[in-house]
């Protein structure tokens, strides 16, 4: 196996655990909030400490990586990962509502030096398969789809009180992610280009291209992220068993991983804004079913579909935003990229809570359809103007 090989499956792997981790906190954290939230509105308040760590670790981790390699920075951002396990434990074993959100805190800077994985790969591959190991990167998440509802069924109970051995195992996931950037071989930039300032950041998100893959990065996670984060307290309002939501949301999570596998092709094949406009008209439809009923199968499609469309916005903003920087600005632009990236989870995260517990699951899904909108547009026209050009 060649090193470039052997890189992405490293990588791959390493986003199996780091969406296990993930996966994990959706499903557990806002039923924690529940019993412990000062108020309900709160309920989703770790949940957006998670994507609030994220948000904030960022660009410290995208200029941490320039500085200092791949390698030590994964390595770091496993550790933190490990930290904030801990803590989600200790706090749910005390009752602790704010302790556990400042362990959600620290798994959220552990997401945002993941959220690195799939620009590794692009570093690691040349130009003609950059879409291809990004794609076959976040396949590793399928791994986390998995393995995350299961654990969360099978830690539930495992120790008391319910959930503290959901965070135990989280722990010993991100030791085994921390030992596998150990291994990685990526080579750093070369001293010049970390010494080269490259364009000002105002001028590469100038690019309609660069606007056009933040925004369907940004809205297509936000999208994932408000919906996603609510299922499991619908399901609990609709007085389904949270087997079934933990089985809701496996699906959900294979939908947004499985297509990678052939993601990078249809990208090659058709091109990358064919791709996302079919994944915006993906989250179209699991609205649409989701405004029909709440039965366990409604939900089960709608949460399937939107994590197919979520993996051609996501892959394909992410192929469309490698084409837009150079070397020496990368570390820049994905770090921005990211940022409003986790900046609109926060929202959405803040806002799930507030929404399903007041408004209902049918306000969410209308809430969520114009942020589509304005991203099948924009993707529209980017479309049409490179084929005029």
Known sequence: MNSVH?????????????????????????????????TLWMATLPVTAY????????????????????????????????????IGAFAVSIGNFWLLCLGTLFAGAYNAFGQ??????????????????????????????????????????????????????????????????????????????????GRPLLEIARQPAFIVAVLAAACGYGVMNLLMTATPIAMDICRHPFSDAAFVLEWHVIGMFAPSFFTGHLIRRFGVLPVMFVGALLNFSCIAIALTGVSVMHFWWALTLLGVGWNFLYIGGTALLTETYHPEEKA?????????????????????????TGEGWNTLNLIAAPAIAVTTLATLILWWRQRRA
């Open 6 to 38: 052997r890189n992405i499956l490293l990588l791959a792997i390493a986003q199996g655990f780091l969406l296990t981790n993930g996966v994990t906190l959706v499903a557990v954290n806002g039923l924690i909030g529940v019993s412990l939230a000062p």
């Open 51 to 86: 994507v609030v760590g994220a948000a904030l670790t960022t660009l410290p981790a995208a200029f941490f990586m320039k500085r200092h390699g791949r390698r030590p920075g994964f390595m770091l951002g496993s550790g933190l990962g490990m930290i904030g396990a801990l």
């Open 116 to 197: 690195q994985y799939r620009f590794a790969a692009a570093d690691a591959a040349d130009v003609t398969w950059k879409s291809k190991a990004i794609s076959l990167t976040l396949a590793g998440g399928i791994i986390g789809g998995v393995i995350g509802p299961e654990l969360s069924k099978y830690t539930r109970d495992l120790l008391v009180p319910t959930f503290v051995a959901s965070y135990l195992v989280l722990a010993g996931f991100a030791f085994l992610s921390l030992l596998l950037a150990s291994r990685l071989d990526i080579p750093p930039l070369s001293a010049a280009e970390q010494r080269l300032k």
């Open 332 to 356: 820049k632009a994905q770090g921005f990229n990211d940022f409003l990236v986790f900046t609109v989870q926060a929202i959405t995260s803040l806002s799930s809570g507030v929404l399903i």
